[in-house]
């Protein structure tokens, strides 16, 4: 079954301690993003990446670091998580068409 | 100014209704309109897809744009129960690359009553 799988789906974490969450897919799509959604603001992108080791800053990219060393993963990483951050996040993945797909969604709460 | 504008809602309405969604936008460089749907704790989901003017029908479902008003809209006729969810506008916005962004809108959540 073609899919975009996160992990965690649910976290609880404090200030300061990095974490990462992971982003997979098994289309061997070029394109994968990741987004954050906050009611009223819809989703906005933080990072995309355009092909292995090719990524490239979203509108919303401060705080966030991510790598694309291979085709099917593209992990977010929060290295000094801060309350701000706190969002449900979303990876996707995008083959040659403007067809998207998400994944489930990661909800993180930085406390 | 948001580059795309979509009333949040929340918008209820009886089974059987129609239901119309509508986005503006002000970018007139974007070239391809979607309309996505999402269920609560879940993904989006692309639902329609469309790149000209006019009209496009998928079953109960058709997507309006306008690109002289800026203003796409998307119908839902004989709405059902599970028609309740978050419905995204999105548009998409082309990059030297062959990089396309899509920028979304803020999502109107629809309830559809028995």
């Known amino acids: 079954e073609a899919q975009v799988t996160q992990n965690p789906r649910y976290l609880i974490t404090v200030t300061g301690k990095k974490l990462t969450v992971t982003c997979s897919q098994n289309?061997?799509?070029?394109?994968m993003s990741w987004y954050r959604q906050d009611p009223g603001l819809g989703l906005r992108q933080i990072y995309y990446s355009m092909n292995v080791e090719v990524t490239d800053k979203g509108d919303v990219p401060e705080g966030y670091k991510v790598s694309r060393k291979e085709k099917r993963n593209f992990p977010l990483i929060l290295e000094s998580p801060s309350p701000n951050q706190t969002s449900l996040y979303f990876c996707a993945s995008r083959g040659r068409t403007d067809t998207q797909y998400f994944g489930p969604g990661t909800r993180l709460t930085v406390l | 100014q948001k580059e795309v504008e979509q009333d949040p809602g929340p918008l209820s309405v009886p089974e059987g209704a129609i239901v119309s969604l509508n986005c503006t936008y002000s970018?007139?460089?974007?070239?391809?309109f979607m309309w996505y749907r999402q269920y609560s704790r879940k993904g989006p989901e692309l639902l329609m897809y469309t790149y000209s003017s006019g009209n496009k029908e998928d079953g109960r479902f058709t997507a309006q744009v306008d690109k002289s008003s800026k203003y796409i809209s998307l119908f839902i006729r004989d709405s059902q129960p599970s028609d309740s969810a978050t419905y995204l506008c999105a548009m998409s916005l082309s990059f030297s690359g062959g990089y396309n962004k899509l920028i979304f809108g803020a999502g109107t959540r629809l309830a559809v009553h028995p």
């Open positions: 970018n007139s460089a974007f070239q391809y």
């Open positions: 289309m061997n799509h070029e394109y």
